[in-house]
């Protein structure tokens, strides 16, 4: 069965471009969520989605958004990228409301889209 | 607000060693989910063991182990027998509304 898949795997923007990154979750899942890796840093919680509406946000800016297809796969967007936003992104999926415990026990990460902002 | 720390930015072991890695957490819920992921350098998250608040008894997978105290927000990750495989970041995370993670810790397995 294939896993959470994220592409692309690595992007390089200029400054105040904007990125379009794309995640589709393990056939049956009907959650995803988004987090931010800085170098050196743990993930940073972005977005959780679930049957198409968002169930929770992190502290990141209005440049940053978001949205769940019906098939369940997902974008997240960034608008007028700036140097910080140079980072890992992973996405994740749950076949549960990843907000609820029950979410939580299936909760399987991508190998992440490399952002590199110029 | 949750948060969650691990104390040790780096860790070694020897080969066929033990190791602890060590993290706390800070949270006034009483249902949630404690988690030790391994990111290793393809980046991609991997699940090493998952923890339920509710429960008292300490998960083991295999090799791995955790060490739950629950009164003192403390969840560490015991890994005996340690293979050249196991080096990687690894990372503690509370999970109950969304997923909150620690700095990490990386680990170094020397031959």
């Known amino acids: 069965d294939a896993g959470v898949t994220q592409s692309p795997t690595h992007l390089i923007k200029t400054r105040g471009q904007h990125v379009t990154l794309r995640c589709s979750p393990i056939s049956g899942h009907k959650s995803v969520s988004w987090y931010q890796q800085v170098l050196g840093q743990g993930p940073q919680f972005i977005f959780q989605?679930?049957?198409?509406?968002?169930?929770g946000r992190g502290n990141f800016p209005d440049r940053f958004s978001a949205r769940q297809f019906p098939n369940y796969s997902s974008e997240l967007n960034v608008n007028a990228l700036l140097l910080g936003d140079s980072a890992l992104y992973l996405c994740?999926?749950?076949?549960?409301?990843?907000?609820?415990?029950?979410?939580?026990?299936?909760?399987?990460f991508g190998s992440g889209t490399r952002l590199t902002v110029v | 607000a949750q948060t969650v720390t691990q104390s040790q930015p780096e860790m070694s072991v020897q080969e066929a060693e033990t190791v602890t890695l060590s993290c706390t957490y800070d949270t006034s819920e009483s249902d949630y989910y404690l988690f030790w992921y391994k990111q290793p350098p393809s980046r991609q998250m991997i699940l090493v063991i998952r923890q339920e608040a509710y429960k008292q008894q300490n998960a083991t997978e295999n090799r791995f182990s955790v060490n739950f105290q629950k009164a003192a927000k403390s969840f560490s990750l015991k890994i005996s027998d340690s293979q050249l495989g196991d080096a990687a970041m690894y990372f503690c995370?509370?999970?109950?509304?969304?997923?909150?993670f620690g700095a990490g810790t990386r680990l170094t397995v020397k031959p």
């Open positions: 994740a999926s749950s076949l549960a409301d990843a907000g609820t415990l029950l979410g939580a026990r299936g909760y399987t």
């Open positions: 995370a509370y999970r109950s509304n969304d997923m909150r």
């Open positions: 989605y679930y049957e198409k509406e968002e169930r």
